[in-house]
T-cell receptor, first 116, second 109 residues
Framework: DTEVTQTPKHLVMGMTNKKSLKCEQH?????MYWYKQKAKKPPELMFV???????INESVPSRFSPECPNSSLLNLHLHALQPEDSALYLC???????????????FGPGTRLTVT | GQNIDQPTEMTATEGAIVQINCTYQ??????LFWYQQHAGEAPTFLSY????GLEEKGRFSSFLSRSKGYSYLLLKELQMKDSASYLC??????????FGTGTRLKVLA
């Protein structure tokens, strides 16, 4: 099973709402990632979890709050978002290697978020 | 700073060969990946280079020159389904994948 799943596929939320994005993989990968992608732009790294611990936070505003409850699940909690946060949010996973070559990432289909 | 550049758009004819270039300047280098992304879909892995030289995988090949900060993806026998965006990504430091600007390829019949 080389699949990364994400829910929901689409989400529309107001600026005062609280919502969560969910990501799941069963490939035994211990590194999981959140990316933001605007139309016709490349994915931008937001957060990386390694062995369920936050490893990288790319100076993301605190209205985005990641969580890794276990090795298969990754959540992104959203609160008080702005219209400019509207984008495709991609989750990815990869094998981990702390000291050597890196491995390819497997991406989920993404959640298309619209903030009104 | 981190800089990864690709041509914005390319057009080629079905059955032809196309080369998509990627130049990079990053603070570290652990490897270079190529991904394909169809509109509205997730990126999918195509190839990986960590040493200089050519990696061949069916109709796709990727080349790396670390001294020049340069890579290219070569697509042979182009098919209509190859119309997509092609993303070059460099890993600089553990888990730090930095994506290039992406190249939108249009294949014409």
């Amino acid at each position: 099973d080389t699949e990364v799943t994400q829910t929901p596929k689409h989400l529309v939320m107001g600026m005062t709402n609280k919502k969560s994005l969910k990501c799941e993989q069963h490939m035994g990968h211990r590194a999981m990632y959140w990316y933001k992608q605007k139309a016709k732009k490349p994915p931008e790294l937001m957060f990386v979890y390694s062995y369920e611990k936050l490893s990288i936070n790319e100076s993301v505003p605190s209205r985005f709050s990641p969580e890794c409850p276990n090795s298969s699940l990754l959540n992104l909690h959203l609160h008080a978002l702005q219209p400019e946060d509207s984008a495709l949010y991609l989750c990815a996973s990869s094998q981990e290697n702390l000291r050597g070559p890196t491995y390819e990432q497997y991406f989920g289909p993404g959640t298309r978020l619209t903030v009104t | 700073g981190q800089n990864i550049d690709q041509p914005t758009e390319m057009t080629a004819t079905e059955g032809a060969i196309v080369q998509i270039n990627c130049t990079y300047q990053t603070s570290g280098f652990n490897g270079l990946f190529w991904y394909q992304q169809h509109a509205g879909e997730a990126p999918t892995f195509l190839s990986y280079n960590v040493l200089d030289g050519l990696e061949e995988k069916g109709r796709f090949s990727s080349f790396l020159s670390r001294s020049k900060g340069y890579s290219y993806l070569l697509l042979k026998e182009l098919q209509m389904k190859d119309s997509a965006s092609y993303l070059c990504a460099v890993t600089s430091g553990t888990y730090k994948y930095i994506f290039g600007t992406g190249t939108r390829l249009k294949v014409l019949a």
